[in-house]
């Protein structure tokens, strides 16, 4: 059974700690899965792994039947595996479009193209109006919007988003659902790290649960809320999981 | 006989090019600064040596320590007005302010003393220990002396003490040790000024053993940046690791391959740490592809 | 990352193309040819300083390289700088491969730190390699004037000549600033990582842009040598002037079209003013003065002094006459 992602035994130390260890699992093309756990379970390390900026310990990533042991973030990019980061990175000197545009050249040749799949995008992600302006200027929730357009220009299978939903009001995150819903719809493949609990909930069709780097629990979100070790991994934390 | 005088000189020198990269070194891996204008200090305390020697008739050892306030306030300077105001603004800014004080401060030099060779003349540059048929030269080895003393000190202090623990915790990660309420510009301020002090004794204790013009903080800067990278950005014990290796290799090269070739040695070394092992005998895996990243 | 107007471009170049006319007077002139020549490498240095945000100082030594190729061919096999000129442009860029591919994990500081190193290797060879290149002494060059050996009877046409070579690399910036190299470079310099995640072919980018910015600057040293018919070691692979090329462009304006040559401008006849001024004598002066301003610009006007200029003056914009 091959899905889109196979993650197979992927372990990640650092010194004496263990950020991730044997973690499995698999995505077939269309999901859109949540990815969570408390601080420090290794959500982020584990998107670092599978977009190439880290180097796993052991064990095996597949992704579109290939192993991508070895190949750089950029080359996994082209191959249809994109992530963004939980600290936007916005190409600050340059104009929104700009920003677009670079994710754009890694499907098209041309600055007329790439301006073109640009616009398109920005219409798509509600930016259209900011186009022009620098990125540096832009707030917080249209940062997070460049980000994850700026993703979605390079035509990702696999789109791997790093907490978007954090530091954004209710209504903004209902405009960020119904964006990612309408992804979905699309079958785009998504793999979101998320804190905010009722978003999660509501958007993934599956989750998997990470707790001190150990995948601790998988399945649908109804299933996961109830599971004994998840809630026992949260007392403690801020999160109330309904 | 030769190859023991020839390690043991090594080992002397290394200990020199130790005490002048601990100063950037502990530049570097407090405040993420690496310090351009690192040799040009060094310049400056041997030009401090110098001039002690001629106008004043004192013995390095001497100006040594009667430097140190003036090397610390000169430190404190520097950070305050410069320094201070680099941090976390980018790598042009981090770059060229340190870049600027270097030329600033070696064409000053020129301006002031010409480029002309000075040698100390005294009894004590000359000085050599004759021990069962070996010679080794005094002032290297009071440098070694001191190199070995100061990485001491330095170790206890940053490990024993709850100042230099102070140090550790800013060095990595001063955002929290701003939380614990560690007065973090005062920590910078301090190991900037400890880092300048390190490199000016290096310049006082090596001034009898070399020519002294206001060109020759390039070289010796050169050769600290080698034996930083060698060492491992940030790490004491990288430093003197890699000022004995770079010191050894330096003597024994320039014994059996004369001293033009004595620094294409050197580049030939750091290329070789960048492409088998770029973070060092000792350093933290990544500082060297850190660069010193925004903070806004 | 705006694209600089064909129309103010047009004015500049027009306006460059009569400077050399304005003035018969030697000093005058040769301070223009200084200007288009260092304006050149200035150029060529953005390309990778400011456009990849790569900060080189290490440029002397693709200066030299190209000084030294088409001088020692010329003076030993009797071929034109003109060809001497491609052979260092392609040294050079060899050279720029091979540093750019070690230093290529390195960033910010210690990619500047490996910089550094190469030129120092490059003079203490040009120095002792005695036989090759005249050690110290250095390498005369013919004065007899005649296009084919690149050189000129009169400053004037060494200031076209240098005007070419000016054009030639503005032109390749300004290609490079509207295509799709263009954009990763700007995209490396800003972030890096975000850039890789993207698809940013980070390797290839820093290391063409790299050796398109070594050939360049080896270009402008053929022109150099052919303008001073003699270099030697200590002046052409000097640490020196890959500082100047940076305070150039940082004065000018990193990452922009014309900011290398403002930067050109204004530091070559502050250069000449102050030699003059100063004396001979007191030789490191304006360099003491050169670092000042290195400093200062960097921390309180970073953008460059023409960005700080416009910055300013929209604060305070100037007043309009109201409609008769």
Same mark, same amino acid.
């Given at each position: 059974m091959s899905g889109l992602l196979e993650v197979q035994g992927v372990s990640k130390r650092f010194g004496g700690l263990t950020?991730? +260890?044997?973690v499995d699992f698999t995505m077939a093309e269309g999901e859109l899965v949540g990815l969570i756990g408390p601080n420090g379970a290794g959500k982020t390390t584990l998107f670092s792994l599978l977009s190439g900026f880290l180097h796993p310990d052991e064990g095996r990533i597949r992704f579109a039947d290939i192993d991508?042991?070895?190949?750089t973030p950029e080359r996994r990019c082209r191959l249809g595996l994109t992530r963004t980061f939980q600290l936007v990175k916005p190409f600050a000197n340059m104009t929104v479009e700009e920003n677009v545009m670079v994710g754009a050249f890694v499907r098209v040749g041309t600055p007329r193209a790439a301006r073109a799949e640009a616009s398109r995008i920005l219409a798509l992600t509600g930016l259209a109006s900011l186009a022009?302006? +620098?990125?540096?200027?832009?707030p917080v929730e249209q940062r997070k919007r460049l980000e994850v357009a700026r993703a979605l220009a390079t035509r990702p299978r696999l789109l791997l988003l790093d907490e978007v939903f954090a530091g954004l009001n209710p209504t903004e995150i209902n405009g960020m659902v119904a964006f990612l819903e309408t992804l979905h719809a699309e079958r785009m493949t998504l793999l979101v790290i998320e804190h905010v609990m009722a978003v999660i909930m509501r958007v993934s069709e599956r989750i998997v649960v990470l707790h001190h780097g150990e995948k601790i629990a998988e399945g649908a979100p109804a299933e996961v809320v109830r599971n004994r070790r998840v809630v026992d991994a949260y007392l403690g934390e801020e999160f109330a999981l309904a | 006989m030769i190859f023991v005088e020839l390690v043991l000189a090594g080992l002397m020198l290394g200990g020199v090019y130790a005490l002048i990269s601990i100063g950037l070194t502990l530049i570097f891996g407090v405040l993420r600064v690496v310090n351009f204008a690192h040799g040009e200090m060094l310049m400056l305390g041997m030009f401090a040596a110098y001039w002690a020697s001629t106008l004043g008739g004192l013995p390095p050892y001497v100006t040594a320590v009667a430097a140190l306030p003036l090397f610390a306030l000169f430190g404190w300077l520097v950070y305050r007005l410069i320094v201070r105001r680099t941090l976390g603004m980018g790598d042009v800014v981090q770059i060229f302010a340190t870049v600027g004080v270097g030329v600033v401060l070696q064409n000053a030099a020129l301006v002031l003393w010409t480029g002309d060779f000075r040698t100390i003349r005294s009894g004590y540059a000359d000085a050599v220990l004759r021990v069962g048929g070996i010679q080794v030269s005094v002032p290297l080895l009071v440098a070694f002396a001191v190199a070995i003393g100061v990485s001491g000190l330095l170790f206890l202090f940053l490990n024993r003490t709850l100042e230099g623990r102070a140090v550790r915790a800013v060095a990595q990660d001063p955002i929290s040790a701003l939380a614990l309420a560690i007065d973090t510009d005062r920590v910078y301020m301090r190991t900037f000024v400890l880092g300048v002090c390190c490199v000016g004794l290096a310049g006082v204790l090596l001034a009898p053993s070399y020519p002294i013009f206001p060109a020759i903080g390039l070289s010796f800067g050169l050769v600290s940046y080698v034996v930083v990278v060698l060492g491992g950005l940030g790490s004491m014990a990288g430093a003197l690791l890699g000022g004995f290796v770079i010191g050894l290799i330096e003597v024994l090269s320039g014994y059996f391959l004369g001293t033009a070739l004595k620094q294409a040695i050197y580049f030939l070394i750091f290329v070789l740490v960048l492409l088998?092992?770029?973070?060092?005998?000792?350093?933290?895996?990544?500082a060297e592809t850190m660069g010193f990243g925004k903070i806004a | 990352m705006t694209s600089t107007r064909p129309a103010v471009l047009l004015v500049v170049v027009l306006g460059l193309m009569a400077l050399p006319l304005t003035t018969s007077n030697d000093y005058y002139l040769d301070i223009i040819v200084q200007i288009f020549l260092w304006g050149a490498a200035a150029t060529a240095w953005n390309l990778l300083g400011g456009y990849a945000g790569q900060f080189s100082l290490g440029h002397a030594a693709f200066f030299g390289i190209g000084a030294y190729t088409s001088s020692l061919l010329l003076t030993g096999a009797r071929v034109s700088p003109w060809l001497g000129m491609l052979a260092g442009a392609l040294l050079a860029a060899l050279f720029a491969l091979v540093i750019g591919y070690l230093s290529i994990r390195l960033r910010g500081p210690f990619f500047t730190l490996s910089t550094i190193a190469l030129t120092e290797v490059l003079q203490i060879l040009a120095i002792h390699w005695r036989g090759l290149t005249g050690g110290s002494e250095g390498v005369s060059l013919p004065n007899a004037a005649s296009v084919w050996t690149m050189t000129f009877d009169g400053r004037r046409t060494y200031a076209y000549v240098g005007l070419g070579f000016l054009l030639l690399a503005v032109l390749v910036s300004w290609l490079i600033e509207r295509s799709r190299w263009g954009y990763y470079l700007v995209a490396i310099r800003e972030e890096e990582d975000a850039a890789r995640s993207i698809g940013v072919p980070v390797l290839g980018v820093k290391l063409g842009a790299a050796a398109l910015s070594a050939c360049l600057t080896a270009v402008v040293g053929t022109f150099y040598a052919q303008y001073v018919l003699w270099i030697e070691p200590a002046h052409t692979f000097s640490i020196d002037i890959s500082i100047q090329l940076a305070l150039m462009v940082i004065i000018g304006g990193l990452g922009t079209l014309l900011g290398p040559l403002i930067g050109a401008s204004l530091i070559i006849p502050l250069n000449m003013f102050l030699r003059a001024w100063l004396g001979a004598a007191v030789s490191g002066l304006y360099l003491v003065i050169y670092g000042l301003v290195l400093v200062l610009v960097v921390l309180y006007a970073r953008a460059g002094i023409v960005a700080e200029v416009q910055r300013v003056m929209r604060r305070h914009p100037v007043p309009r006459q109201s409609p008769a």
């Open positions: 950020a991730v +260890r044997e991508l042991d070895g190949l022009r302006s +620098r990125a540096g200027t832009l | 088998v092992r770029p973070q060092g005998l000792f350093g933290q895996r990544g | -």
